[in-house]
């Protein structure tokens, strides 16, 4: 599994994306590098675990449990500080510290180079292609 699926992050990290596409990068990366199957994952989880881990903690879990209610009572505060969050103003509020956090995730995790994966070549009419394997 890869994606959000593999690293269960909760939808409230905003990071299922960049797990997914840096799971995807190194298990490629690292099934290019091993010869066998075995060792490519072995690999895979040494280096994406520690990330994978990180992110699964940025938010409380306490905090989780709130935004997934059980009464009435519970579900409609819930939408009220969904409501709230979304609003012009906490968005305008946040957009600062978004940028940090996105300099941040920008810099969690030190992408691996694969010098033996294939690149992908632009055929005719700017359409990509991958290059014939060998």
Avoid at 28 to 56: D, N
Avoid at 71 to 87: N, T, V
Avoid at 100 to 125: Q, S
């Amino acid at each position: 599994m890869i994606g959000d699926a593999a690293y269960c992050p909760t939808p409230f990290t905003g990071a299922g994306c960049a797990m997914a596409l840096v799971g995807a990068y190194v298990l490629a990366g690292e099934i290019s590098r091993h010869a066998g199957h075995a060792q490519a994952f072995a690999a895979f989880e040494s280096l994406v675990r520690p990330y994978a881990e990180a992110t699964q903690k940025q938010l409380n879990p306490t905090i989780i449990r709130m935004f997934h209610p059980r009464s009435r009572s519970g579900i409609a505060l819930a939408h009220w500080i969904e409501r709230l969050f979304a609003g012009r103003t906490a968005q305008m509020l946040l957009r600062p510290n978004d940028a940090r956090r996105a300099k941040r995730i920008a810099n969690d995790f030190v992408f691996p180079e694969y010098t033996t994966l294939p690149r992908l070549v632009h055929g005719h009419g700017g359409r990509t292609k991958n290059p014939p394997l060998l």
